[in-house]
């Protein structure tokens, strides 16, 4: 079992940052590789962002590369998205999303509000 938790939400401005934490417990760490979803008000949710859990490597959504970036910290169990440049479309609620590399089972946090607004 893992127990996921997100932090780091609010309310920000048009081109403004943002820096999104999830903290990961219960659970080997590194059998998971992480992500970040979003879901907007009556949207689908999306996929934003992913990394792996040795080679770090990264791989992100269409609409917010070059502009956030994930990384992790394997020893603190946590796992970051920072977010730059960021614009009204972007509000939604973002959800931290483990994938066990061996089971292929989900698990997810409760989600975190980003809204940007001037």
């Known amino acids: 079992q893992l127990q996921l938790a997100e932090s780091g939400g609010g309310l920000v401005q048009p081109g403004g940052s943002l820096r999104l934490s999830c903290t990961a417990s219960?659970?080997?760490?590194?059998?998971?590789?992480m992500r970040w979803y979003r879901q907007a008000p009556g949207a689908e949710r999306e996929f934003v962002a992913s990394?792996?859990?040795?080679?770090?490597?990264?791989n992100y959504g269409n609409s917010v590369t070059g502009r956030f970036t994930i990384s992790r910290n394997n020893a603190e169990k946590m796992v970051y998205l920072q977010m730059n440049n960021l614009k009204v479309e972007d509000t939604a609620v973002y959800y931290c999303?483990?994938?066990?590399?061996?089971?292929?089972?989900?698990?997810w946090g409760q989600g975190t509000q980003v809204t940007v607004s001037s």
């Open positions: 999303n483990a994938r066990n590399r061996y089971t292929g089972r989900d698990y």
């Open positions: 219960g659970s080997t760490f590194t059998n998971y590789v």
């Open positions: 990394i792996e859990p040795y080679t770090t490597a990264t």
